[in-house]
């Protein structure tokens, strides 16, 4: 099966982290009241970003769409670490559902 996640140089020193639907997780996704789509997998970015890399908050852009995700950032250090933090959520059923547990519970909104 193919990685959903792809990191790519758009311009020489831009980077953008992309994941295209569907992933392997989708079914659940829906099965705790969400949409597997471009804005659910932003919630999920902001999300870690917020509780695991603070750092990284103010060096990537996002601008997702229905069927995609998709973050910006200048270096390809950060788009590698959220990437890092995001890959595992994208395969991983009791994870994803674990992280949507735990922001509904800290009052984190999705836009999905």
């Not at 140089?9 to 705790?32: C, F, M, N, Q, W």
Request: proline share 6%; charged share 25%; hydrophobic share 45%.
């Amino acid at each position: 099966m193919h990685h959903p996640l792809r990191l790519v140089e758009t311009k020489p020193g831009s980077y953008a982290l992309l994941l295209s639907a569907p992933t392997a997780v989708d079914g659940d996704i829906k099965e705790v009241g969400h949409e597997p789509n471009g804005y659910f997998w932003e919630g999920v970015a902001r999300y870690l970003v917020q509780t695991e890399a603070p750092a990284l908050a103010d060096r990537i852009f996002y601008d997702p769409e229905g069927s995609m995700f998709c973050a910006y950032a200048e270096g390809r250090d950060v788009l590698e670490a959220l990437a890092a933090l995001m890959r595992p959520l994208t395969t991983d059923a009791v994870r994803v559902r674990r992280l949507v547990t735990d922001a509904d519970a800290a009052g984190f909104q999705f836009d999905d």
